[in-house]
Nanobody
Framework: QVQLVESGGGLVQPGGSLRLSCAASGIIFNSFAMGWYRQAPGKQRELVAAITSGGMTNYADSVKGRFTISRDNARNTVYLQMNSLKPEDTAVYLC????????????WGQGTQVTVSS
């Protein structure tokens, strides 16, 4: 059974930092691309950052220079370091694991709330 468990969300003031973690189980972690998405109330889910199995990264323009995605294959965990947080970063952040080789796999975590407010 595949599980993606996010942690690290919370309430932070503007300009602050948070580090999200997503622990994966039930998959061959180092063969999956991993991503962080977010969904704010009334808005569509959007990609925040992604990292391939080989370590290449991609970021939404809105978070470039502020957020960093990384992965630890030994711990089956992907991280999202978020600095200089803004109120518009407030959303539920969801972890995604995907692999599209012959057969497609796409898994989601339950999400963790990030609230940026003074």
């Amino acid at each position: 059974q595949v599980q993606l468990v996010e942690s690290g969300g919370g309430l932070v003031q503007p300009g602050g930092s948070l580090r999200l973690s997503c622990a994966a189980s039930g998959i061959i972690f180092n063969s999956f691309a991993m991503g962080w998405y977010r969904q704010a109330p009334g808005k569509q889910r959007e990609l925040v950052a992604a990292i391939t199995s080989g370590g290449m990264t991609n970021y939404a323009d809105s978070v470039k220079g502020r957020f960093t995605i990384s992965r630890d294959n030994a711990r089956n965990t992907v991280y999202l370091q978020m600095n200089s947080l803004k109120p518009e970063d407030t959303a539920v952040y969801l972890c995604n694991a995907n692999r599209h080789i012959v057969i497609s796999y796409d898994y989601w975590g339950q999400g963790t709330q990030v609230t940026v407010s003074s």
